[in-house]
């Protein structure tokens, strides 16, 4: 395989080995040098998949030093992988400083589709993914979650972070505290590994049931909040879904939603959004 001359971004397995793209392995086999976050918890994937190609370390304590050496390589006409210990490199990943100054010097950089854990979790959460925002890790610090969080409470769209083991705790309790505890949000846990997990409700709920089972407190979590909704949205379940579900069983759930807007007064947009959300 004859690659161009750039630096490649290649997504890597979450944990499932056998989501790896067939057009990654061959990227990985053929580019000249693959610049891994972590050389020793890459060197695994690589091995394992048989791939030989030499390894250079980039992470966030050498990435801008890095870069410029990298540059050197392209303009060697070596061509150059980019990969994260998990996922697409760049998302709460290092790569951003390396990305900008390639392209900045002229050299094409070629992304690859593959594994994200956010989008991941999000398309298996039952919450809305028209419009969604993530943040990446919250603040390790107490103030600074809450801040965050209060900064975003009124944030409309699904909110999507990640979180270490030893903090979810805290961040829930965070959560609950900033956006209240009839916030609905689901916890995706060790997403496409053995011991996956989801668990959904009021975040309440979702914090009693994580302090009460230590094995929720394990693994990789993706956290997701349901996003703002102003008191007339949050009404719409019990006051008119019976009958949005009567008009979609019959209609396209937009005219559904515009025939129930009419009849209760409400926003056929809001109708509509709320029908995506239920399933129908």
Same mark, same amino acid.
Not at 43 to 52: M, P, T
Not at 125 to 137: I, K
């Given at each position: ?19 790896? *793209? *067939? ?86 950089? *070629? ?42 409470k009124e944030d409309p769209r699904t909110l999507i972070f990640y979180e270490?083991?030893?903090?979810? =705790? ?17 916890m995706a846990r060790e997403v496409t590994k053995t011991f996956e997990t ?11 049931? =994580? ?22 949205? *949050? ?12 008009l979609a069983d019959e209609l396209p759930l937009k005219k559904a939603a ?23």
């Open positions: 395989m004859d690659l161009a001359v750039a630096l490649y971004i290649v997504p890597t397995p979450i944990g499932n080995l056998a989501d790896i *793209s *067939s057009r990654a392995i061959e990227v990985l086999n053929n580019v000249s040098l693959i610049a891994c976050e972590d050389t020793r918890h890459s060197g695994k994937l690589l091995s394992h998949f048989g791939i030989e190609t030499r390894k250079t370390a980039l992470h966030d304590h050498n990435e801008r030093d890095r870069a410029d050496w990298i540059i050197q390589k392209l303009s060697n006409g070596e061509s150059v992988a980019l990969i994260s210990d998990a996922g697409t490199p760049l998302i709460s990943d290092p790569g951003y400083h390396l990305v900008s100054a390639v392209r900045s010097a002229g050299y094409p950089v *070629s992304p690859l589709p593959g594994p994200c854990a956010a989008i991941t979790a999000l398309s298996a959460s039952g919450l809305p993914s028209d419009r969604f925002s993530f943040e990446g890790f919250l603040p390790s610090k107490e103030k600074g979650r809450l801040d965050k969080l209060t900064d975003l270490s083991p030893h903090r979810i =705790v805290h961040s829930l309790e965070s959560i609950l505290t900033a956006l209240g505890g009839d916030r609905q949000i689901v989801f668990l959904s409700g009021p975040v309440s709920e979702v914090l009693e049931t =994580v302090k009460s089972d230590p094995n929720q407190q394990r693994g990789e979590i993706v956290l997701m909040c349901h996003g703002y909704r102003t008191a007339q949205e *949050s009404e719409i379940a019990s006051e008119v879904v019976n009958t949005l579900k009567l515009a025939i129930a807007g009419q009849i209760y007064g409400l926003k056929k947009n809001a109708l509509y959004k709320h029908g995506l959300e239920i399933g129908l």
